[in-house]
T-cell receptor, first 114, second 111 residues
Framework: DGGITQSPKYLFRKEGQNVTLSCEQNLNHDAMYWYRQDPGQGLRLIYYSQIVNDFQKGDIAEGYSVSREKKESFPLTVTSAQKNPTAFYLC?????????????FGQGTRLTVV | GDSVTQMEGPVTLSEEAFLTINCTYTATGYPSLFWYVQYPGEGLQLLLKATKADDKGSNKGFEATYRKETTSFHLEKGSVQVSDSAVYFCALKTGANNLFFGTGTRLTVIP
């Protein structure tokens, strides 16, 4: 079945550590996104990528980094510079097709600082 | 800029009650409009969508009509069930990568 797979489902980070969240899609979508969701809040865009080897900062990119070496993969690294990383992270993708095409989401990764 | 304003929750209803969650938008151009649903601990799932004015999106008893004159896309369901308890997000898309979400409305349906 086609879809987006995020791993791990739960992740614990110690202070000062970098951690990487995985996002893989087999939908052949060009665009991929990372969002952060805090309790009781909406989605905030961290980074997005429209094509391999290219990505753009979203509204809250500070303390995060991404890469897009393959079309199907868009990993997110939460660096030690991100001072409040505890949140629910969602990866999404969209096909080409302009405004009419919806986004597809993974099941999310819950990151907790311990 | 483009944005979505969504009714704040939480909303608590009894089973079989009528549901309305308000959503209004601001956009240049001709956006598509979406409702997504998020169950606890999960990602977002597309509930319904409308891509042009006067379109009605529908799915699982939920409906929303794209009203250009009032810039609205309110979500309705005639009779909610306990299983509808979730967080609902209104969203708009104005181009290939311009996707904007509302803040979400938490719905709790009690038996």
């Amino acid at each position: 079945d086609g879809g987006i797979t995020q791993s791990p489902k739960y992740l614990f980070r110690k202070e000062g550590q970098n951690v990487t969240l995985s996002c893989e899609q087999n939908l052949n979508h060009d665009a991929m996104y990372w969002y952060r969701q805090d309790p009781g809040q909406g989605l905030r865009l961290i980074y997005y990528s429209q094509i391999v080897n290219d990505f753009q900062k979203g509204d809250i990119a500070e303390g995060y980094s991404v890469s897009r070496e393959k079309k199907e993969s868009f990993p997110l690294t939460v660096t030690s510079a991100q001072k409040n990383p505890t949140a629910f992270y969602l990866c999404a993708s969209t096909p080409t097709g302009g405004a009419r095409t919806e986004a597809f989401f993974g099941q999310g990764t819950r990151l907790t600082v311990v | 800029g483009d944005s979505v304003t969504q009714m704040e929750g939480p909303v608590t209803l009894s089973e079989e009650a009528f549901l309305t969650i308000n959503c209004t938008y601001t956009a240049t151009g001709y956006p598509s409009l979406f409702w997504y649903v998020q169950y606890p601990g999960e990602g977002l799932q597309l509930l319904l969508k409308a891509t042009k004015a006067d379109d009605k999106g529908s799915n699982k008893g939920f409906e929303a009509t794209y009203r250009k004159e009032t810039t609205s896309f309110h979500l309705e369901k005639g009779s909610v069930q306990v299983s509808d308890s979730a967080v609902y997000f209104c969203a708009l898309k104005t181009g290939a990568n311009n996707l904007f979400f509302g803040t979400g409305t938490r719905l709790t349906v009690i038996p």
